[in-house]
């Protein structure tokens, strides 16, 4: 694969695709970082400006949401993110959607922003979360999630029409006109326009006749400005309809109904829709039947975030891959590193050769020594897993072990999160009307336990009969699944000695040298899990330790025949999940018109160490109208509405 830059003797970067620079010539590009401030910033907006006095349009809002149509080597971005750090009346979360066809490795990054000190620190954060950029949504996370960078691998007419939040501010950024007129034509102008509200500021470097014309077209008020020097000028333009709009996308709703809402349950599901809407300012209660967090299926002694891979790659494989980054991000921001948690890998043995990878990771791989996503495992990591070096078999290198129960834990010590136990939700009644109406949570004697407008149901299988009760059918299964596990310090040497360095699954999985719990002390060892339909008790079972002993056989022999007789002292854990037929969760309101401010969040199966982040800022970003973390069908795919019942003729329907 051939690199998309190019860098000139004098540091100026360019397209080896458009013979065009990426940005202002000058020695060093030192012209980059003066245009993106005099251009993009100070023609959205989005400075002080010191003639006036008046402050940058951002100021005091709760969010604003920047689209870029050309990320190139980030430079825009960079130089809006430290715009807002440095503001004091900076909103409260910025989101940056940026549009890229063809993009530049880690290393460009850093060697573009190292003119500028005051943007080293934030390059480097950037660089370190850049990796696995296959065709697709990406969303990267920094200050807490404050400020969150949407990366939509692709071309830009393809990907205008997908996108449903509003536009705040425009950054119309491309290369030359002559040299890509694709990414100024009117389709995407008129695109651009459809995300606008009125008053939603443009800015580009380019005064094209062509451009300004198609601006006019779309609905925007058009004005040349000063250029940056050597450009006499460049384009400002304010998007003012003379006409009804009708944008199909999603509106914000005020900021003082996002107050209060309750959250059934206390797990992996539970405690990240929590801290999700936590951090975006609402005050959380979270209510559990058990005596503590994590009592049901996230109290797994340690697990696995790992993406699922296929062929084709699937919605499943995408939906995964975009859990995974957000999963991590959120692991090393909470919990202790090799604790808590640890960045190991995994290395994925595919038994029966099953699930391929994509084409686009093979192009990648092939074309890309540092690429950091999912790819064939070399023989190295075959020869310490104790494998045969033509083992089918995938390196994940964005995966992680994982103690659930940590997580949940951090995310609910969030200052606005209240936690509360013994709490057995019975029976959930609406009261009131409209703004002023509340659900009210009842047990099983009549009291109220609690209420608020707003209520998430993230309590695994019980959430069944919940939704029944309202006359709601979201079909959740139960699964019970058990594990084999114990210390270490009691495997015989034989054993000790042919544990891989890092995770392995691909037919059940092995976990070595994470902390234990309970009556486990120091470092263990975990092989499973069964899977065991319609069982909706967590009952220990003695077939289920061999049914795990045999698993380890197929994916690790040689550590398989080592450890077999482990198998029948070892300890057993077993809780019962949840999942729906369809293989992806439930996420998002129940009925909004019948049954407003009633969410769901369930139906993660095997898969809640890996998607549960996700879930969460799926909701948080549904209730806030802010940029979705994953394409917009994948959001769609996992609607908890996609289960009501088809409409009547004649009703009316709200689409996810």
């Known amino acids: 694969m051939d690199t998309p830059v190019a860098w000139l003797a004098d540091g100026t970067p360019c397209s080896t695709r458009f013979d065009d620079i990426y940005r ?143 536009v705040d501010s425009v950054f119309l950024d491309g290369f030359n006109p ?155 921001e909470l919990l202790r590193e090799g604790e808590d948690w640890g960045p190991s890998g995994v290395l994925e043995h595919r038994i029966e050769s099953k699930r391929g990878l994509p084409r686009d990771v093979l192009w990648s791989e092939a074309g890309s020594p540092g690429w950091q996503g999912s790819r064939t495992a070399p023989a190295e990591l075959l020869e310490q897993a104790g494998l045969p070096a033509d083992t089918p078999a995938i390196w994940h290198a964005q995966a992680a072990w994982l103690r659930p129960a940590q997580l949940v834990r951090a995310q609910l010590r969030h200052p606005n999160i209240r936690w509360r136990s013994q709490a057995r939700v019975a029976v959930l009644r609406r009261e009131g009307q409209d703004g002023s109406a509340n659900w009210q949570l009842l047990d099983a004697e009549g009291h109220v336990l609690a209420q608020a407008p707003t209520v998430v149901l993230a309590c695994a299988h019980p959430t069944r009969a919940l939704l029944e009760s309202l006359g709601q059918n979201i079909p959740l299964n139960a699964l019970r699944g058990q594990v084999s596990w114990g210390p270490l310090a009691t495997l015989p040497d034989a054993a000790r000695d042919q544990l891989p360095p890092f995770p392995v699954n691909g037919h059940g999985s092995l976990i070595s040298g994470f902390a234990g719990s309970g009556d486990v002390s120091g470092p263990a060892w975990i092989v499973g899990s069964t899977f065991e339909r319609g069982v909706t008790e967590a009952c220990l079972k003695a077939g289920d330790q061999i049914a795990n002993r045999d698993r380890l056989a197929r994916l690790l022999p040689a550590l398989g025949q080592a450890m077999g007789p482990q198998f029948e002292p070892a300890r057993a854990w077993a809780a019962v999940r949840c999942t729906l037929p369809d293989r992806v969760p439930a996420v998002g309101p129940v009925d909004p018109q019948g049954l407003p401010g009633l969410l769901v969040c369930a139906g993660m199966g095997a898969r809640g160490l890996t998607l549960s982040v996700l879930c969460g800022e799926l909701i948080a970003a549904g209730l806030h109208g802010e940029p979705w973390p994953l394409e917009r069908r994948l959001a769609q795919a996992l609607a908890a509405t996609r289960f009501a019942p088809p409409a009547r003729p004649g009703t009316a329907t709200q689409s996810p």
Not at 252 to 273: D, F, K, N, T, Y
Not at 304 to 322: E, K, M, N, T, Y
Request: aromatic share 6%.
């Open 24 to 166: 202002s010539a000058g020695a060093d590009g030192l012209g980059g970082l003066a245009q993106a401030r005099h251009v993009f910033l100070g023609g959205c907006g989005l400075r002080p400006d010191h003639v006036t006095g008046s402050a940058p349009l951002w100021a005091g809002q709760p969010q604003w949401h920047v689209l870029e149509t050309g990320f190139g080597l980030g430079l825009n971005f960079l130089a809006a993110w430290q715009a807002w750090r440095t503001d004091p009346q900076r909103p409260e979360r910025l989101f940056f959607t940026s549009l890229e066809a063809w993009p530049v490795m880690a290393d460009d990054i850093r060697r573009s922003a190292a003119p500028f000190p005051e943007l080293s620190d934030l390059a480097e954060q950037l660089a370190a979360q850049w990796q696995g950029l296959l065709p697709g949504m990406h969303r990267i996370v920094l200050e807490q999630g404050r400020v969150q960078l949407t990366l939509c691998i692709g071309l830009a007419q393809d990907w205008l029409p997908t996108l449903d939040a509003l």
């Open 178 to 332: 002559a040299a890509n007129p694709d990414i100024w034509d009117l389709p995407v102008l008129k695109g651009i326009a459809r995300l606008c509200r009125p008053g939603s500021r443009l800015a580009t470097w380019t005064i094209a006749r062509a451009v300004r014309d198609g601006l006019v077209t779309a609905g925007f008020e058009v004005e040349k400005a000063p250029g940056l020097p050597p450009k006499r000028d460049c384009l400002r333009a304010t998007y003012a309809p003379r006409w009804q709009t009708r944008h199909a996308v999603r509106s914000r709703p005020a900021a003082e109904a996002m107050q209060h809402a309750i959250v059934i349950g206390s797990g992996l599901a539970g405690s990240a829709v929590a801290w999700s809407l936590a951090q975006r300012g609402w005050q959380v209660e979270v209510l559990d039947q058990a005596d503590a967090p994590a009592g049901g299926a996230s109290g797994l002694p340690a697990g696995l975030v790992a993406p699922h891979v296929s062929p084709d790659d699937a919605a499943l494989s995408r939906l995964s891959r975009a859990g995974v980054r957000l999963a991590l991000r959120r692991l090393a």
